[in-house]
């Protein structure tokens, strides 16, 4: 089945630091969405992107969508302590009834 | 903003107990997932409803969970009995998806979660 493979596990980096984390699908996506959470919080919803080689970009954060749609990254520009919590990809699948399977997520610890 | 409402936020049960949450979706949301958050599994989708029919409910062990929606603005995941492997985090979460296509057309909107702990 379709499976969601996401590196790293865990990152920690100064304040200041850029951060990257990477998502690879096992089958091509119709989309992928990234969702961060907080600790002790819920996944909250960041963006999705559609088209092959999409790049999108949120303030610090950039995210890409490979040529392919099998892989995709999120990356942090000189990160902040609110840049903390877990980063998760999600992708959904092409035809049919095509759930959204989430990748392991990142946790990300920024140290002042 | 629109929420997606769970109840309870927090539940503690005896091994064998029924625990029933809730699910509040955003209104005009057509789908509606429940998953499961632990340390060591992460993110799994137990359930999978569009227009209140289940699409997909692979995820859920089938001998004590059952996920429904009753109506349009409830969804429920009860568990019978449960068991202490059950002890986690449930997440409801509500989008709208293309008809054609299944694609979600924007991103979930997740619920605040049921912390489940089952002694």
């Known amino acids: 089945g379709q499976q969601v493979m996401q590196i790293p596990q865990y990152q920690h980096v100064q304040e200041g630091e850029d951060f990257t984390t990477y998502c690879n699908s096992s089958t091509t996506l119709s989309n992928i969405q990234w969702y961060k959470q907080r600790p002790g919080g819920h996944p909250v919803f960041l963006i999705q992107?559609?088209?092959?080689?999409e790049v999108k970009k949120q303030k610090r954060l950039t995210f890409q969508f490979g040529e392919a749609k099998k892989n995709s990254s999120l990356h942090i520009t000189a990160t902040q302590t609110t840049d903390v919590g877990t980063y998760f990809c999600a992708g959904q699948g092409s035809g049919g009834y095509n759930k959204l399977i989430f990748g392991a997520g990142t946790r990300l610890a920024v140290h002042p | 903003d629109a929420r997606v409402t769970q109840t309870p936020r927090h539940k503690v049960t005896e091994m064998g107990q029924e625990v029933t949450m809730r699910c509040q979706p955003i209104l005009g949301h057509n789908t509606v997932f429940w998953y499961r958050q632990t340390m060591m599994q992460g993110l799994e989708l137990l359930a999978y409803f569009r227009n209140r029919a289940p699409l997909d409910d692979s995820g859920m062990p089938k001998d004590r969970f059952s996920a429904e929606m009753p109506d349009a603005t409830l969804a429920t995941l009860k568990i019978q009995p449960s068991e202490p492997r059950d002890s986690a985090v449930y997440f409801c979460?509500?989008?709208?998806?293309?008809?054609?296509?299944?694609?979600?057309?924007?991103?979930?909107?997740f619920g605040s979660g049921t912390r489940l702990t089952v002694v």
């Open positions: 992107l559609v088209k092959s080689g």
């Open positions: 979460a509500s989008g709208i998806s293309a008809r054609a296509t299944q694609t979600l057309l924007y991103g979930y909107t």
